[in-house]
């Protein structure tokens, strides 16, 4: 804490008291070290992808190689600028919101049909890890009323990492229903899980469960971090429970009209 020291005057201009200042700077502190380990983070995050680019481009360079080998090369290069460019798009993102500066166009749309084009639109990552996924919609779903293009893009995050991380030949189950005031979104899977000890912090910027693994399969850590952002600015909310190698069910409750 911060203490300021004053020494005030009576009516004749004498020296009668001091005057003391305790300022509370907790919150400051917690702020700006929020802010420095965001600083390193970032730095951390893109220094990765721009080493392994420049190493890479240099050992083309600086030698020759048949065909084969420059197009491994090459492969990589494409792979470490496209994860960079999606870090920074990521991070643009969160910026937008956080700044009041994303353009939401607040519409009322069918909840269900939304989530069945999402699924539609990862069919091809479902096949290629061979899933059963299942989407069951209630007859009784009124219609929400929200930024569209902003809970699309929250169902393809979440439904992305459910197919993600669950090994080949699971099952992932959707569930579109409606409860008291709010439609909601329950994605169930078999997947790896989240250790108990992990759930409260999964929705910080650039925390991982495990960063090599999450790194690996091309996350940039700020996925979740933009879908609680979004919800929270459309007054609609997320859960989530888990268990290490049991699975992972997340609920998202959005407010109908």
């Known amino acids: 804490m911060n203490i300021f020291f004053a020494s005030f005057k009576d009516e004749k201009d004498i020296p009668s008291g001091i005057l003391v200042v305790i300022q509370d700077i907790t919150e400051h502190v917690k702020l700006d070290n929020m802010r420095k380990e965001f600083v390193a983070d970032v730095s951390h995050e893109l220094k990765t992808p721009i080493t392994s680019i420049m ?6 360079l600086e030698s020759e190689y048949d065909k084969d ?12 600028a496209r994860r960079m460019a999606k870090l920074v798009t990521d991070l643009l993102t969160l910026s937008r919101y956080d700044t009041n500066k ?14 069945k084009n999402c699924q539609e639109k990862l069919q091809l990552e479902i096949n290629k890890k061979h899933h059963e996924v299942e989407c069951f919609v209630t007859a009784n779903v ?9 809970i699309e893009r929250v169902v393809l995050n979440i439904l992305t990492n459910s197919i993600k991380y669950t090994p080949e030949n699971g099952k992932i189950k959707i569930y579109v229903g409606f409860v008291y005031n709010d439609a909601y979104i329950k994605v169930i899977d078999n997947g790896i899980g989240i250790p108990e000890e992990d759930l409260n912090r999964i929705f910080e910027r650039f925390y991982r469960v495990d960063k090599a693994r999450t790194r690996q399969m091309g996350g940039t850590g700020l996925g979740l971090s933009i879908a609680k952002e ?14 290490v190698g049991e699975g992972t069910e997340i609920v998202i409750r959005i407010p109908t009209k």
């Open 55 to 60: 190493g890479y481009a240099d050992t083309l």
């Open 69 to 80: 080998m420059q197009e491994k090369f090459l492969n990589v290069i494409s792979q470490e």
């Open 102 to 115: 994303v353009k939401k166009e607040i519409t009322e749309f069918d909840l269900g049909e939304l989530v």
């Open 142 to 150: 009124p219609p929400v009323k929200a930024d569209k293009d902003g």
């Open 230 to 243: 979004i919800l929270d600015q459309n007054n609609s909310s997320i859960d989530i429970k888990s268990k």
